[in-house]
């Protein structure tokens, strides 16, 4: 639960807010999104058993196969040169620096298992955002030309942040876009 907990850490970091209320985007490090390393030393830095880290490590892939594991051994590598410890003598890497160490752990499969909201999470931000583009229109007087900055932005983050994107989908599926109008006016009441 730790590793699943601890993952996103620095995602506030990597995800700033900009001007406009847009977010950062995030830069790649070691193959991977810059949160997932960072998350992983920053762990490392506090002196984090190296099963809890090795297990968050997992996150993005699991150590199933030979070129899946390598992907989380570099992972670690990476941010155990950021964290500035060696990888090995820390436990989170066998002997030969190549590998896991054996056996391998469950949690790391059940973290990565627990890290895939984003096969629904991603598309479910893509379905919802015209329609809540059109309500903003109709219920916020929100222009057209706001619809690509700062206001619509705004709106977005609230709803999306209070409720989620898979919540806002859920109610488009099960009832459209009508459904899709009380739970904005929940977060975001109209003037």
Avoid at 58 to 69: I, L
Avoid at 98 to 121: A, M, N, W, Y
Avoid at 124 to 129: E, S
Avoid at 140 to 152: C, E, R, S
Wanted: glycine letters at 6%; one cysteine or more; proline letters at 7%.
């Amino acid at each position: 639960m730790a590793a699943q907990l601890l993952h996103d850490l620095h995602k506030p970091y990597v995800f700033q807010w900009q001007p406009d209320a847009s977010s950062r985007p995030e830069q790649s490090l070691a193959g991977t999104g810059e949160h997932h390393v960072l998350s992983l030393a920053e762990l490392l830095v506090r002196k984090a058993p190296a099963e809890l880290v090795v297990a968050q490590a997992c996150a993005h892939t699991h150590p199933g196969t030979e070129a899946d594991e390598a992907q989380v051994v570099n992972w670690l590598k990476a941010a155990a040169i950021i964290a500035g410890i060696d990888p090995v003598r820390h436990g989170l890497l066998d002997a030969s620096g190549k590998t896991l160490p054996l056996p391998r752990r469950q949690e790391g499969f059940i973290c990565h298992l627990g890290d895939h909201d984003f096969v629904l999470s991603a598309p479910a931000v893509q379905w919802t955002l015209p329609v809540m583009r059109d309500i903003a229109k109709a219920d916020y007087k929100i222009t057209d030309a706001d619809l690509q900055g700062k206001p619509f932005n705004s709106l977005r983050n609230a709803v999306y942040s209070q409720l989620s994107a898979m919540r806002i989908e859920q109610a488009y599926a099960m009832g459209g876009g009508e459904q899709v109008r009380l739970p904005m006016h929940s977060v975001v009441k109209p003037a």
